[in-house]
Structures are given as C-alpha cells and as structure tokens.
C-alpha cells in the first residue's frame, strides 16, 4: 500500500484520539504536541505519493496480430506470406513511410535534357537501425543493388524498371560486344544443338542422295552432301562444348537451389513426409537431398526404408548410401531427357532463369578475350551516391507508378544482410558477389531493421516482438507484438 494511504489513517486516528482525550477532560498542550508532532517527522521516499499523484498505471497489453501463414521467410527482400510481410512492415523502414508530416525520406525527381528523369532520394539524419547502427546512403545502395541483381527471384520488382544501365550491368558488358557473343552463342546452341541438327542434316542428304542412285564412293561429291558436310565442319565444337557443359553445371546448381528451397520453406513437413525428425535432416546432407526428391516427385521412399528414383529406379539403402545432389540431377535429367530448356519451361516458373545465367556466364568469358574487349562494366549507371545520405536514380523514364515501385521499398542494413568486407562503392563492390545472391538468401529467417520493433523469437507458430528504443520516430505505444497464425 502506498505511503498516502498510511498518512491518512493516520491522521483520522489522531483525530479520533484528540476526541477520545478532550472527552475525558485529560488533555494537555503537551500531550496533543506528542501526538500531532513526534520527535521523528517521517520523510518522503521515492514511495511516497500525493493525493494529486494518485492516478492508477495503464497496462499497454501487446499488439496482437493474426495471419494465415507464417513461413519463416522474415528477409525484407523475400518475405511473401502475410504473416512474413507483417512481420517485415513492423521491423523494416521503409522509404514511403510518414507520421504526419514526417518522413525518413525526402524523393523529388528532376528532368533532364536527353528525356530521363533522375530522382534524388535524400535520407533523414539521425535514423538508426535497431542495433544501434546509423542509417546511411550504402544502406540504400546496397538494398537497391541486391533487388536489381539478375539473381533476385523476390516479390519486389524493380528488375522491370527503366534504370539507366541496367541491362549492360546485368550483360557485364558494352552493348556491342554482347551484341557479338549473343549472336554467336545462338548460332552454336540455338541453330546445331551441339551438332545434332548439322549431323542429321548430313545423313539426310546422304539418304537423298542414295535414293537418287548416287554411289558410296560418289557421295562426298553431291551438291547437298556437300554443302551439309562444310556446315558441319564449320560447326565450332568447343564453344559447343562449353555450352553444353555451362548448361549441365547450371542444372546441378539448380538441384541444390531445390534443396535449399525445400527445406526453407516445407521443413515443417519433413517427419509426416519421410518419418525422419527436422533435426535428423537439417543435420545431414544426404537426408536434405532425399527430402528434396520425395517432396518434388523424384524419390519415393519404401516400407524398408529405402529411397528409390522415380525415374531410373535408382535405389539407395538411406543406411550406406545415401543421394548426392548430382543424382538429384540425374534423376531430374532423365525425367526430361536431357533437354534442360523443356525442364525449365516446366519447372522453371517464377524464379530466376538458369538456360539465361549459363548463358551470360559463358558470353562474359568469351568477350573478356575478345581484342576489342573494353572493360567489365560492374556497376549500375544510373544509380549514385551522392554524399553519405543522398542517393540518385537515373530513368529512361519516370511516372507516377515507376516511381512508387523504386521508392516503396525497405532499407535493408547491409551490416546484417550483407558483408561489409564486400562493399566498397569506389571499387564497385556492393555487399555481394554479383549475380550470386547466396549469402543474403542464407540470412532469410534474420529480421533486423530501422522498424518499430525487433524481431524476439517464434514461439507455437507466433513471431514475438520488442519495442525498438532506436526507431526515429520514438518508441511505440505497445512495448510489444505478437503476430499468430489463425
């Protein structure tokens, strides 16, 4: 009970005792002194409160949110499902974010004589990320790189924007010289197929020619055997061959681009799957990649416990054997006969291209060898850092829905998705290795920002918050948040 409380019963008893002794005739001067006055006057401690300063303490109770779906994707670059995107809208900053007549950011855009359109976005000073880390331009750079990359396979779609020097970053090239190596990369793959087309052309004229009454020994001499002998003979077989192999590489990297996803987003349904415990697989690769294929189709597992390919009937005992992910690929190979392009058409959908990546690989190592080679060209034209807290974006173009995809966007820190050994904006190094997006991928299920709150833990499907102390804007009113699955 608070000290008023006790002041004021006692006060009503030395009243009531004053009235009990003047009723009795025996009270002095001295004796109401002792009671009203002792020896010892109490003094006020940081208890002690005044009638005035009574009023009861609210109890904010936490901000409750409800979704259909959390998957565990909590990256501001990769969150999709409702519950992932509150998740990012409470921990993230986003560029287009207000509170009256306050923003983090001041955008205006300014036309230019050749008909672009540059827009200028200047950071607030003083805006710290929830780690205490200020808020700056690389920031900025760095999240606009990483949604640009030809990797990014995200919800945000900037790679559609009319940015200066966009595809010629994505090419690593002058358009000349990509030009060049397109044409010769299509002539190879797209009009041989590493000799396919050129042999079949060959042995058809020699048919034809058979038909005709042409002998053996006659044949190397008719007109169309010929003419489909010198085709094939000016066939470049080595860059096929480098073809080929890019392609085969790519297909590979994409066997463990399925793994990787499977046990992101469906780890959830490894024991009702296959019987094994989340831990038992996410501690073993062999069980990752059998995972993998009984989730997409490839591999079915027995009553013995055995894994069997779907299509060569490969069998691995899940005791001493075990499938790597280049059987992975064998199997996805064979399912398609070899032919990656009907593979991706198929499996391929909404996500980066791989037949495009093993493409562009290759015509980057071919130009670079090229006499008339110029350079890599290793960072986006239009986009500059201005000073520590400005940032410029040049487009072909710029109206009002182009300006809302640039903009509305979080600044993710670098210092957390990215690696600031690997940034270096002089020396066109921007957090990553480009096009391989990787090492920000491993880092989906971290949600740090300049939001709100702070990502705590999960708990029975709930993703738990904390009130960020370092949010521009002041802490929120609810110390915290919890977001459930319904």
């Avoid at 109890?59 to 979704?67: D, F, H, I, N």
């Avoid at 509170?99 to 200047?122: F, M």
């Avoid at 990320?129 to 030809?150: Q, R």
Wanted: proline residues 4%; negative net charge.
């Amino acid at each position: 009970m608070r000290k008023w409380f006790r002041t004021l019963s006692a006060a009503v008893g030395i009243a009531g005792l004053v009235l009990a002794l003047t009723g009795c005739g025996k009270l002095t001067v001295d004796d109401i002194m002792a009671v009203v006055a002792p020896t010892e006057a109490p003094t006020p401690d940081a208890n002690f409160l005044f009638p005035s300063q009574m009023e009861e303490t609210v109890e904010v109770e936490p901000l409750a949110l409800t979704c259909q779906e959390l998957g565990g994707i909590l990256s501001p670059f990769w969150a999709e499902t409702d519950g992932d995107r509150q998740v990012a809208e409470l921990t993230q900053l986003s560029l287009l974010a207000h509170e009256g007549s306050q923003s983090p950011s001041e955008i205006s855009r300014s036309g230019n004589e050749d008909g672009s359109v540059t827009v200028t976005i200047r950071l607030r000073d003083g805006i710290f990320f929830a780690d205490g880390a200020e808020l700056t331009a690389d920031d900025l750079i760095f999240t606009y790189y990483v949604l640009l990359d030809g990797d990014y396979d995200g919800p945000y779609q900037l790679r559609t924007l009319p940015v200066r020097g966009l595809s010629t970053y994505w090419n690593g090239m002058d358009s000349d010289m990509y030009a060049k190596y397109i044409t010769i990369f299509d002539e190879t793959y797209n009009g041989g197929r590493y000799e396919l087309d050129l042999q079949e052309a060959l042995q058809q004229a020699q048919d034809a020619a058979r038909e005709n009454g042409v002998s053996e020994d006659n044949l190397p001499y008719d007109t169309n055997v010929k003419k489909a002998q010198e085709a094939l003979d000016e066939y470049d077989t080595q860059r096929a061959e480098e073809i080929r192999s890019a392609i085969i590489q790519a297909w590979k990297q994409d066997a463990q681009a399925i793994v990787d996803y499977c046990l992101a987003n469906y780890s959830t349904s490894i024991e009702m799957k296959t019987g094994y415990t989340r831990d038992e697989v996410l501690q073993d690769a062999g069980l990752q990649v059998m995972f993998a294929m009984v989730d997409t189709g490839y591999g079915t597992l027995g009553t013995d416990g055995t894994l069997t390919g779907t299509v060569t009937g490969a069998v691995w005992d899940m005791k001493n054997q075990f499938p790597t992910v280049e059987e992975f690929y064998e199997e996805m190979s064979a399912a398609y006969e070899g032919d990656a392009e009907r593979y991706w058409s198929v499996e391929g959908y909404d996500r980066p291209n791989m037949l495009e990546n093993a493409q562009n690989a290759l015509i980057r190592s071919w130009a670079a060898l090229d006499p008339d080679w110029k350079g890599a060209v290793n960072n986006i034209e239009g986009i500059r850092k201005e000073d520590s807290r400005t940032v410029t974006v040049t487009l072909e173009y710029c109206d009002e829905a182009t300006l809302e995809t640039l903009c509305d966007i979080y600044v993710a820190p670098l210092h957390v998705y990215g690696d600031p050994a690997q940034y270096d904006y002089a020396a066109d190094s921007f957090g990553f290795p480009k096009g391989d997006l990787s090492e920000v991928r491993a880092k989906n299920g971290q949600s740090m920002g300049a939001g709100e709150y702070i990502y705590q833990e999960t708990q029975l499907r709930t993703v738990i918050l904390t009130a960020n102390p370092n949010y521009w804007l002041g802490e929120p009113e609810a110390p915290s948040a919890e977001i459930r699955e319904a």
